[in-house]
């Protein structure tokens, strides 16, 4: 389930010294999972659309070629009149809350939309609630249809410092282009190759295949 905060208040989404707009964050467990490749993370997809909430508004109350979902939520919702804001607001929560109960057509649809929001966008993600000069890793997304956690690829566990235990990570959604260039240039282990050093610790590799990694790999793998 997503918790919803608010960041720091700054002069902008500036991302080098962590001064955002104000955005929402979610926090939420996280696992491992070889599918998911270096540098992405899987988040369920009525999360997405919750964190991206101004997007997911303008995709269902604005955009014609959505009109048949704004029917389907109507529908779900058990409402006659015009889909408005508010109402938007309360289905987001509701299928956050229970996602399980939204019908298969429904979900076939808000994951097409979740998908079209996310395309080519990065989300910052973070261990909770430790926070350093490493903390911070600019993502790719990859929409998970069923799931209720976040994904990572066991090689960026243990920057994280995720060992599977009940750990969490909070998340920020990077809204105009300037933030998710940057994002893409300095904080994405794909495309910097900065992130994998520690700044601190000189000839300290950041992503290593520790215990928990490792063990993964071999089950997923083993014959």
């Keep these: 389930m997503i918790r919803k905060y608010h960041a720091r208040c700054g002069a902008g989404e500036k991302i080098e010294n962590h001064r955002f707009k104000v955005l929402p964050i979610a926090i939420m467990n996280i696992v491992g999972d070889i599918s998911i490749p270096h540098g992405y993370i899987g988040i369920p997809w009525q ?46 929560t509701l299928i956050n809350e229970q996602p399980e109960n939204v019908n298969p057509e429904l979900v076939d649809e808000l994951v097409r939309i979740a998908e079209d929001i996310t395309k080519g966008k990065l989300i910052l ?45 909070a998340l920020f959604p990077l809204f105009s282009k300037k933030a998710n260039d940057e994002a893409r240039e300095k904080m994405n282990p794909i495309t910097s190759s900065t992130m994998w050093n520690d700044p601190a610790k000189s000839g300290k590799v950041l992503y290593d295949l520790k215990l928990d990694a490792t063990a993964i790999i071999y089950t997923a793998t083993k014959r």
């Design 47 to 92: 999360a997405i659309l919750k964190l991206y909430e101004p997007f997911t508004e303008y995709q269902i109350l604005k955009n014609p070629y959505n009109a048949n979902v704004k029917e389907l939520i109507k529908k779900y919702m058990d409402i006659s009149n015009n889909l408005t804001s508010s109402d938007l607001k309360r289905f987001l």
């Design 125 to 169: 993600n973070k261990r909770d609630p430790v926070e350093n000069r490493n903390s911070y890793i600019a993502s790719y997304i990859r929409v998970d249809r069923d799931s209720l956690v976040i994904k990572l690829n066991p090689l960026d566990c243990p920057r994280l410092g995720g060992d599977f235990d009940g750990d969490t990570v």
